[in-house]
């Protein structure tokens, strides 16, 4: 008996073992590239290319934190990356709401065609869309406007955002909505003061999820911005790249900066973030 519980062991044993070392390789393979940025971003910009190459150098430095700290134009940057994103997820959160509530609650003509165009907008490859938007947004002087750049990205944010609440809502019992309705409330009532209490996973999923894009956008802020004043973080990494040189280790210490607030967003909502999404995705 406990020869065959051996034999039958072993095999579990290996496999095992065979996840978790490919498991490690994969948390290297994702991570190193990190762990070099933020060596890089400690550099002196010369010893960037130190040969042979070195993770760590004695010559620890800010320079290139303070070198970003230290310049308004660079700073802007950043305030126009929270500016955008912000009001991106406000407003994509505000419009998805509604409108998941719509589609999960109604029944109305045209329901399947707009669902199906919803998630139509999800297959266009954005950069096929750049030259209609920068004639749209120089047509309605929206071109190097903050307006302009979240009303793109919001349509890039939006439809997904509406799917995930439509599948959210869908989890919540439509018993809900008649208990509020009994009690003498309507379905702006039923929709604000119930569902919305009991959402709050799918929300933050939803939320997170849209700051991320709107704040890693790169090819719209780059097309329907003129000005330095304009330009988000993802522009403002790529003007550091000079003509006749690259001030690499201000890249990569900006691209830690840069990093920052969708870390903290994530690590701060994990668990309803984890939630959400498997909620959303699950219909009882």
């Given amino acids: 008996m406990s020869d065959v519980t051996v034999r039958h062991g072993r095999p579990n044993h290996w496999l095992k073992a065979a996840a978790f070392t490919g498991l490690v390789i994969g948390a290297l393979y994702a991570g190193l590239p990190v762990l070099w940025m933020l060596a890089t971003s400690f550099k002196g910009n010369g010893e960037v290319f130190a040969v042979p190459p070195k993770l760590i150098t004695p010559g620890f430095s800010l320079d290139a934190y303070t070198a970003i700290l230290t310049d308004p134009a660079r700073l802007r940057f950043f305030m126009n990356s929270y500016i955008v994103a912000i009001a ?100 702006w009532t039923a929709l604000w003061r119930v569902l919305v209490p009991i959402s709050v996973p799918g929300i933050v999923a939803v939320g997170v999820y849209t700051f991320m894009i709107s704040w890693n956008e790169y090819l719209f802020a780059l097309t329907l911005t003129r000005t330095d004043a304009m330009r988000t973080v993802p522009i403002g990494i790529q003007l550091l790249m000079g003509q006749h040189s690259y001030e690499w280790n201000q890249m990569m210490a900006m691209s830690i900066l840069g990093s920052i607030p969708v870390l903290l967003l994530f690590l701060l909502f994990q668990r309803r973030f984890i939630g959400g999404l498997t909620s959303g995705a699950v219909k009882d």
């Fill in 88 to 187: 991106v997820t406000l407003l994509t959160l505000l419009t998805a709401m509604l409108s998941a509530y719509g589609f999960s609650r109604y029944e109305f003509p045209g329901k399947k065609l707009i669902n199906i165009a919803i998630v139509s907008v999800q297959a266009v490859p954005p950069i096929t869309l750049v030259i209609p938007y920068f004639g749209l947004m120089v047509a309605l002087g929206l071109y190097n406007t903050y307006p302009g750049l979240i009303l793109t990205h919001m349509v890039f944010t939006l439809p997904y955002a509406i799917i995930m609440m439509t599948a959210y809502f869908n989890t919540l019992p439509r018993e809900l909505d008649e208990a509020v309705k009994v009690d003498g409330g309507n379905a």
